[in-house]
T-cell receptor, first 116, second 112 residues
Framework: GAVVSQHPSRVICKSGTSVKIECRSL??????MFWYRQFPKKSLMLMAT?????????EQGVEKDKFLINHASLTLSTLTVTSAHPEDSSFYIC????????????FGPGTRLTVT | KQEVTQIPAALSVPEGENLVLNCSFT??????LQWFRQDPGKGLTSLLL?????REQTSGRLNASLDKSSGRSTLYIAASQPGDSATYLC???????????FGPGTRLSVLP
């Protein structure tokens, strides 16, 4: 089956630094990818839709200047958390539909970000 | 290894009907269970989150129940509307880390 990878799986960084998280579709092309975050004991929340060749679409309340998304190719989307703060500590997960407009989505394993 | 199944795979109902979607999981050692809605080409929208210690959660016309010991959850949708048409997924998060296992989804069509 289709596989989506994320790198790194865990990262610890200091306040004020930036962290880049990669999401790759390993055996299929994805014109669209989705980024989610989850706080402890909270639901998985959609942050943004990453679109290859165009700007990402952010959900209400998500700061686009803080969470930079770049869909560099048909197999790679990156999420950069800029000027990280402790409250950005969370679990970030990406997904990609197998085909554009498809219900069938594949999820990455997630990245645990801890900002100290 | 946790496995999540959903029944039925697809469901078509006339507007106004009440309906139940089912989710089953094999390992009861879960941290929580979530129900999501997915529209074509869109990301998931979280509907309800049930912690492992809870038995149900309600939001508007939606009610989700959890029976952890039997490995089951149901999503009840009251007075269905055409706008409810979407794929509904359940996902369990395990106790050992934030490892999500998603079910295959139930594709719901509500006919006007």
């Amino acid at each position: 089956g289709a596989v989506v990878s994320q790198h790194p799986s865990r990262v610890i960084c200091k306040s004020g630094t930036s962290v880049k998280i990669e999401c790759r579709s390993l055996d299929f092309q994805a014109t669209t990818m989705f980024w989610y975050r989850q706080f402890p004991k909270k639901s998985l929340m959609l942050m943004a839709t990453s679109n290859e060749g165009s700007k990402a679409t952010y959900e209400q309340g998500v700061e686009k200047d803080k969470f930079l998304i770049n869909h560099a190719s048909l197999t790679l989307s990156t999420l950069t958390v800029t000027s990280a703060h402790p409250e950005d500590s969370s679990f970030y997960i990406c997904s990609a539909p197998l085909r554009e407009g498809s219900y069938e989505q594949y999820f990455g394993p997630g990245t645990r970000l801890t900002v100290t | 290894k946790q496995e999540v199944t959903q029944i039925p795979a697809a469901l078509s109902v006339p507007e106004g009907e009440n309906l139940v979607l089912n989710c089953s999981f094999t390992d009861s050692a879960i941290y929580n269970l979530q129900w999501f809605r997915q529209d074509p080409g869109k990301g998931l929208t979280s509907l309800l989150l049930i912690q492992s210690s809870q038995r149900e959660q309600t939001s508007g016309r939606l009610n989700a129940s959890l029976d952890k010991s039997s490995g089951r959850s149901t999503l009840y949708i009251a007075a269905s509307q055409p706008g409810d048409s979407a794929t509904y997924l359940c996902a369990v998060e395990d106790n050992y880390g934030q490892n999500f296992v998603f079910g295959p989804g139930t594709r719901l069509s509500v006919l006007p």
